[in-house]
């Protein structure tokens, strides 16, 4: 999905006296554009944009040409905006296209969004130190990326509203939304299977492990069993999750019994292992086949094509901004919700060497 990282004046203009409105500051008849032209020190042609995409969202009703817009939206007395704190998986992560259309449309819709000092890689998970950092931020909500199941648990115990974007959320009283891998990825596990594939390796992060396994995975290794593979360690390996130990679990696999197939849960993680393999000399998908579960809008420019799982960003972004404006108005929103994803075939999944 392309970012939007950059709003329109506008779009701006309209963020702002939505939560102008929002806040209560007019009521019954909104002042006329030239008189906001002036208090906002913007052209009169940008507020009338403005005010008529307001119109269009239901916010005001024009009563014709020359005469004050009416405030309509008998919601706007009672919602509040909200600071929506959110906690990244990486830091890295604000960059993503993802990420920063989130921002717009919260934005758009009345909210702020306030970025913590430092993500959930960063403080490793532990709850104790989430808890201090979400006690030094200032935020009415905390929408939370790619949570463990720990964390989760404990954002379930707080009084602030939170949603999970990804993370291990399935039974848990939270309001979530991501998408639905676990039927494409058993698509891609089959299809490395019916090419030869037997030492199929997944290399995903601890969270997807502990304390319980995620579905995905917990349905590789069923996959595994009922084509007669002993599931074991090997296809899921333990491994120090930095840069130095995806390189020693790499050259551990390639010593002995090296992989046929590799999967991966993040493109980052793809991206490092296709470095490995070019120094070694060894091709994809000749002499391995690679998977990534995510994609990654550099897979556009790669030869041969990845073989990936896809899905549309837009449901789950309405989603978010969906719960936010329930929670603003009172409303309390535990829903969890999945959006389809889809196998995509490409050229870095082949049969097996020799098979």
């Known amino acids: 999905m392309n970012g939007r990282p950059f709003m329109t ?80 998986y990486h830091c890295n992560d604000r960059r993503l296209a993802l990420v920063v259309e989130l921002q717009h449309m919260l934005v758009k819709a009345g909210h702020a969004t306030v970025f913590p000092a430092k993500s959930l890689v960063e403080l490793e998970m532990d709850v104790k130190r989430v808890e201090r950092l979400v006690g030094q931020t200032a935020a009415d909500v905390w929408l939370v990326l790619a949570g463990s199941r720990e964390v989760l648990e404990w954002f379930c115990t707080q009084p602030l509203p939170s949603f999970a974007l990804y993370g291990r959320r399935t039974g848990l009283p939270i309001a979530g939304t991501g998408p639905d891998i676990q039927a494409p990825f058993v698509v891609g596990v089959r299809r490395l299977l019916a090419l030869g594939h037997r030492r199929i390796v997944v290399i995903c992060r601890s969270e997807r492990r502990r304390p319980t396994l995620g579905n995905a995975e917990r349905a590789f290794l069923d996959e595994l069993a009922a084509h007669g593979v002993a599931p074991g360690p090997y296809h899921l390996p333990e491994w120090e999750e930095t840069r130095e130990g995806l390189q020693e679990l790499l050259a551990s696999l390639f010593q002995v019994t090296p992989p046929t197939a590799l999967i991966f849960d993040e493109a980052p993680l793809f991206a490092a292992t296709q470095q490995f393999l070019a120094r070694r000399g060894i091709q994809v998908p000749e002499e391995v086949s690679l998977f990534c579960t995510a994609d990654d809008p550099t897979f556009e420019w790669c030869t041969p094509s990845v073989a990936c799982i896809r899905w549309d960003a837009r449901p789950v972004l309405r989603s978010i901004v969906r719960w936010a404006s329930n929670v603003s108005r009172g409303k309390e929103d535990r829903r969890q919700t999945l959006t389809p994803a889809g196998f995509i075939p490409g050229g870095t999944i082949g049969r097996v060497k020799g098979g």
């Open 9 to 88: 004046i506008a779009e701006q203009v309209a963020g702002h006296l939505r939560g102008e409105l929002l806040r209560g500051r007019w009521s019954g008849l909104l002042p006329g554009g030239r008189q906001l032209s002036l208090e906002l020190e913007v052209n009169i042609k940008t507020v009338e944009v403005a005010l008529r995409q307001l119109e269009r969202e239901g916010v005001l009703a024009g009563q014709g040409a020359g005469r004050r817009r009416r405030i309509v939206v008998a919601e706007a007395k009672t919602a509040h905006p909200l600071r929506v704190g959110i906690l990244l």
